[in-house]
């Protein structure tokens, strides 16, 4: 893997991060039943930052997947919000137990090599359709 495809990667996964983050701070977005956050929490500030607005971008194109009706775009989706949206300031469950929740809500089997397999191709698919930052 050559230095720009690690830059793409790394910057994925940090948009990926700042828009999981962005989820947890709003109360409207559903969640998948992992434990909750802590009573008392930072909250941001409400002005209209670079942040906020790219995780917005991020959350309309993980909302596209999930809406496209394919089974992958579906898959995707979900592991996107089981790996980010869900966790709780860093805490996620084990892999086994990501992995058998999209066994459990898919209905067919997912062993932790198929969850990361899959998280790396949903990745790939958000970095295809938002581009880089500008």
Same mark, same amino acid.
């Given at each position: 893997?050559? $230095?720009?495809?690690? #830059?793409?990667?790394? @910057?994925?996964?940090?948009?990926?991060?700042?828009?999981?983050?962005? %989820?947890?701070?709003?109360?409207?977005? !559903?969640? %998948?039943?992992?434990?909750?956050?802590?009573?008392?929490?930072?909250?941001?500030?409400?002005?209209? %930052? #670079?942040?906020?607005?790219?995780? *917005?971008?991020?959350?309309? #194109? +993980?909302?596209?997947?999930?809406? !496209?009706?394919? @089974?992958?775009?579906? $898959?995707? *989706?979900?592991? $996107?919000?089981?790996?980010?949206? @869900?966790?709780?300031?860093?805490? +996620?469950?084990? +892999? !086994?137990?990501?992995?058998?929740?999209? !066994?459990?809500?898919?209905?067919?089997?997912?062993? @932790?090599?198929?969850?990361?397999?899959? $998280?790396?191709?949903?990745?790939?698919?958000?970095?295809? %359709?938002?581009?880089?930052?500008?």
């Amino acid at each position: 893997m050559n $230095l720009a495809e690690r #830059i793409q990667r790394d @910057e994925i996964h940090v948009r990926l991060i700042n828009w999981g983050s962005w %989820l947890r701070h709003d109360s409207t977005f !559903s969640k %998948l039943g992992y434990p909750s956050q802590a009573p008392f929490i930072f909250s941001p500030s409400k002005g209209v %930052l #670079i942040a906020d607005l790219d995780a *917005a971008y991020i959350e309309w #194109i +993980v909302s596209t997947l999930h809406m !496209s009706g394919f @089974e992958r775009g579906l $898959l995707y *989706a979900f592991i $996107l919000k089981v790996e980010y949206a @869900e966790r709780s300031e860093g805490k +996620v469950p084990h +892999v !086994s137990q990501r992995a058998k929740d999209v !066994s459990r809500h898919f209905k067919r089997p997912c062993a @932790e090599r198929t969850y990361y397999h899959h $998280l790396a191709n949903a990745k790939k698919a958000v970095q295809m %359709l938002a581009g880089p930052m500008k």
